[in-house]
């Protein structure tokens, strides 16, 4: 979403792991930190995984920020943007249409077990045409059973598009860690905090305080995969206390923020 409102173009890309007749394929690159691409979708379904590093994934309707041990599922031409943060090890999937049935219907951040890690790794290094009767295949079946019994985590941050909003979004992405109220906002982006608050509520679904602590707890996962310390995080993103962060991480993804860490 541009800070206007507006919905850019995309293209829509075709790469060899698409047009391939088997039931997925892997792509495998390196980006070094703040590379990215472009908004773009894919012919076929995707499960985005990085064994290093944090993604920033966009779509049109949500931020996601995708740290080591997640993946994004992404149905087939659904315009997203990516950008690194840090050096990314991206290892993908791109699943045919028959074989995408195994995955969400929309787009999804995953748990990536280890055996589903090590599935995602050994399916990129075979090539792309792998034969269905020998070791791709069977990596293949069972790439979609871990895919279909993946939990799903509420990492995604719905996005507005009132551009006093994404005024707003862009100056709290920037600093996590402030504490204005949207009384405190209203100067700042041109609306009042009647105003902002009824269009917060009507385009993400959310209050202006659970929008927030969402995408709190979104920028601290990633903190968190890139070493910082439960403490450090909850600090970094504005809560007062490390107790305090600990509990709602655990109430939104049942786990402890020390279990989050960098992948090992």
Known sequence: MSPT?????????????????????????????GEGAPRHAHRRAQLIYASHGVMRIATDAAAFVVPPGRALWVPAYLPHAVAMQGRVAMRALFLREDAARAGPAAVTVLVVSPLLRELILAACAEPVDW????????????????????ARLPLGVPQPRDPRLLRLVAALQARPDSDLTLEGWAGTVGASARTLTRRFRAETGMSFGAWRQ???LAEASALLAQGATPARAAAAVGYASASAFGAAFRAAFGSTPGGQGAAR
Not at 12 to 21: F, I, R, S, T, W
Not at 132 to 143: N, S
């Open 131 to 150: 034969d269905p009767h020998g070791r791709g295949g069977h990596l293949a079946a069972l790439i979609l059973d871990e895919i279909a019994r993946a």
């Open 214 to 216: 969402h995408w709190r």
């Open 5 to 33: 409102g507006q919905t850019p173009p995309h293209v829509v890309l075709n790469l060899p792991q698409e047009a391939v007749d088997r039931p997925l394929a892997g792509f495998r690159r390196d980006y070094a930190d």
